[in-house]
Structures are given as C-alpha cells and as structure tokens.
C-alpha cells in the first residue's frame, strides 16, 4: 500500500490531490481525528459538522505542471445537480435543476507562490473563505463559479487555518 501511495499520490499539490487535502484540511479544523471518516468523493457535501453541509473547493496560484504565470484564481463547480439518473429511479424531467447543495461553502486557497519554497503542509501557506450559501448566491450573482477578484470586490476577507473553526462555527 505505501509503494502504490508514494507512486500515485505523493504530489500533494496536484490538481487532482489539492481538493482532497483542502477537504481533510477542514475536517481536521473541525474535528477530533477519531471523528473523521474515510472520505466520500460522491456525496452532494465534503463534510458534515453540527447537521450542516459543507463543500470545499480549491485553488492555488501554482501548479505541478510548469507554468510560463500563477494560475488565475476562480473556484467552480459550486452548483451542482443530481449525480445518477437512471430511468429505473427517476426519469431525466424529475432531475432537479443545478444549484448549491451545502449550507457552507469553503473556498481555500493555497496562495503560496514560489515553487522553491512550496510546503503544501505548511498551513500559513493557506487561506480559507468562508461563505454561506446565501451569502455565495449573493456575491456570485448566482453563478456557477466565483473569482478571488469578485470576492474581494465584495470585501469577503479570507481567514486563516488558525480561524478556521471559529468562523465555520460562527456560520453554523
């Protein structure tokens, strides 16, 4: 098991690793280490603390790919729909339409950016924005994806790892 790890999944800051990682990053915030369960990739939420949902998406303005500039920040992927149709459950008219399906939303952002000195573990290289769904349909005007830029336009401020658990309380 740890040759298959350290051959597919020792690149922390790949694209397809960052998210589950922000995702265990919020569940340790929140949680006891016995109280995290292994994780769902399928479910309509990331995490769940004091009966509400929370999704977790992720960014960083560096990649593990070479890069001629720092990634733009956008998170996507906020609205969703259902995940299986099947004609046997529910005919493709009964889907819901897309739209946010978590109470919370954590938007982290590993904005470190110098590759020389990268330490995705390193929690100072973090910040967190948090928003409630509300607040989300507010400031994205409803859309599908949000920007670093329209969040600080709108004076979202992010939080740190330190803070994390303080301000996802406050929004519970």
């Excluded at 099947?86 to 470190?112: M, N, Q, R």
């Excluded at 859309?143 to 994390?164: C, H, M, W, Y």
Aim: proline letters at 1%; hydrophobic letters at 35%; charged letters at 30%.
């Amino acid at each position: 098991m740890l040759e298959f790890w350290q051959y597919g999944f020792s690149s922390l800051n790949s694209n397809v690793l960052r998210g589950a990682l922000a995702e265990y990053i919020v569940e340790n915030a929140l949680k006891q280490n016995s109280e995290i369960e292994v994780r769902s990739p399928w479910g309509d939420y990331d995490v769940l603390f004091k009966d509400k949902k929370i999704e977790v998406k992720c960014c960083s303005y560096i990649q593990d790919w070479d890069q001629s500039k720092l990634t733009t920040i956008k998170w996507s992927g906020l609205k969703a729909t259902e995940l299986y149709y099947s004609e046997a459950v529910k005919k493709l008219s009964e889907l819901k339409t897309s739209d946010y399906k978590s109470d919370i939303y954590v938007l982290a952002l590993f904005k470190h950016q110098d590759h020389a000195t990268l330490d995705i573990l390193d929690m100072d290289q973090w910040c967190f924005y948090i928003l409630s769904k509300d607040k989300l349909r507010e400031v994205s005007k409803d859309k599908r994806s949000i920007s670093l830029a329209l969040l600080q336009k709108n004076g979202i401020e992010p939080v740190s790892f330190t803070d994390l658990a303080e301000v996802i309380k406050y929004e519970s």
